[in-house]
């Protein structure tokens, strides 16, 4: 039986990146760059005040302090005031300031803005206004941003692999940038097996449940990024399994749950192969998750024979809920990762120190649904109190999942475990 890395390994050589598209930056979120992007402007456009205040020439403000230490106070003449979007008409002369508002572009021969809250109005001079300035410390340049301090024209910004995060978005959106080119997010099907299953919004008779796994994948392969097509339920028939994967085949990745474990009617892997899904691996050291199914299908559609990434990534999915939705997540997720570009394809796994005593009865390599709490500033985890792989309840309040290693032992509280954080796109 493979271990999570092995597994992990063999799934992740079967995954080419996927070719790119381009598409409107409003729908590319959360999607990868499959370029480099340059700046075409300079940012800011001009020398641009960050306070309220007055733009100043740091030579007229620049004299020592008064007597006793204290802070000179210097008067100077206003000559005009200048607010975002305006475009400052005068430039400054020696003993002249200019009234400026946040995000202004300074005057010619200003370098500095002196914040509001350190003037007064001064007496009028020679009928003009004046400001009294009180310093109690000045550098020259102080709050101002200066042409192309933040990006220049021509200098690459972004790389390939880059996430599309809302500020990424803000930043190709200062750029004018109304398209962007990203890896095509995947179509994902995802089909539930069981005899028992009805869909969730009916109302289950004697022995039957609701499929609670198609929902749950769908979500997981949209926080992923990726497109979810649910297939519905087969029954537990060969016919009807056959009939519902051949159409699950079409797409890049088929999710299949239930149906992989070693019962009678698990039917899913004879009907796999039978359809000429070569199996890769079958079962990994794990829990849950144990019988997880993996395999790849080359796609028999004549018009895409021969095209790039022609084939279908199968993942068998053990049908308890929540070892559905541990495999996704360690071994699902990676692959629609690195089908999108992005350079790190595993979920971070910083270790966090044990919130209380845990014993972990062992047997396999475990990853528990946890919740991250805070102690005295700290963060620490606690292992949720589950009933097992059926309980959904209690994984619905975990944010991590928690590792444990294969042997048997008692952890005692305050003792560092890895944990695998569940929110791990950005
Ligand atoms: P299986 O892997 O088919 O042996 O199923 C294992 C357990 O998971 C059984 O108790 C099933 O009833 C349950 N199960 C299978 N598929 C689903 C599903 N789609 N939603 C909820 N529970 C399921
Ligand atoms: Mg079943």
């Known amino acids: 039986m493979l271990s999570v890395s092995e597994a992990r390994q063999a799934i992740l050589e079967q995954v080419q990146p996927a070719p790119s598209v381009t598409l409107p930056l409003s729908a590319a979120q959360g999607l990868v760059l499959s370029h480099s992007v340059t700046s075409t402007v300079n940012s800011p456009p001009y020398h641009k005040a960050l306070m309220d ?159 609670s796994n198609g929902p749950m994948l769908a979500a997981q392969i949209r926080s992923a990024a990726a497109i979810p097509q649910e297939l519905g339920i087969a029954r537990d028939r060969e016919d009807e399994l056959r009939q519902a994967i051949e159409r699950g085949l079409e797409a890049e990745i088929l999710l299949l749950s239930g149906g992989v474990s070693a019962g009678d009617l698990d039917l899913v892997p004879g009907v796999l192969k039978s359809l000429g899904v070569r199996e890769v691996f079958h079962k990994v050291k794990l829990k849950p998750g144990k019988p997880l199914w993996f395999g790849i299908a080359e796609r028999q559609h004549q018009e895409r024979q021969g095209a790039e990434g022609d084939r279908t990534l199968v993942f068998g999915l053990p049908g308890n809920p929540v070892s559905s939705f541990v495999c996704f997540e360690l071994f699902v997720r990676p692959a629609i990762n690195k089908r999108m570009g992005l350079r790190e394809v595993l979920p971070a796994s910083p270790r966090l120190p044990l919130a209380a005593s845990f014993s972990h009865a062992g047997g396999r390599p475990a990853f528990l649904p946890g919740k991250r709490e805070r102690s005295s500033g700290k963060d620490q985890v606690r292992v949720l109190a589950w009933l097992g792989s059926a309980d959904l309840r209690g994984l619905a309040g975990a944010d991590v999942l928690v590792q444990f290693p294969v042997e048997a032992r008692d952890y005692k509280a305050g003792e560092e475990v890895p944990v695998l954080l569940l929110d791990n796109r950005p």
């Open 53 to 211: 205040g007055f733009a100043v020439r740091s030579e007229d403000v620049q004299t020592s302090s008064g007597q006793d230490g204290a802070p000179a106070e210097i008067q100077l003449v206003v000559q005009e005031e200048i607010t975002a979007g305006d475009w400052p008409k005068l430039a400054l002369s020696e003993g002249v300031a200019a009234r400026i508002m946040t995000g202004a572009p300074l005057p010619d021969g200003a370098d500095s803005v002196v914040m509001l809250e350190q003037s007064t109005q001064g007496p009028a001079s020679a009928g003009r206004p004046s400001v009294l300035l009180t310093l109690p410390k000045f550098r020259p340049g102080q709050n101002v941003l200066r042409l192309g301090e933040v990006m220049k024209v021509g200098e690459t910004i972004l790389s390939p692999g880059t996430p599309i995060t809302p500020s990424v978005i803000g930043l190709l959106a200062e750029l004018g940038q109304a398209e962007v080119s990203v890896a095509q997010p995947p179509t994902v099907t995802a089909l539930s097996t069981g005899n028992e299953l009805v869909p969730f919004v009916a109302q289950p008779e004697a022995g039957q449940i609701r499929n």
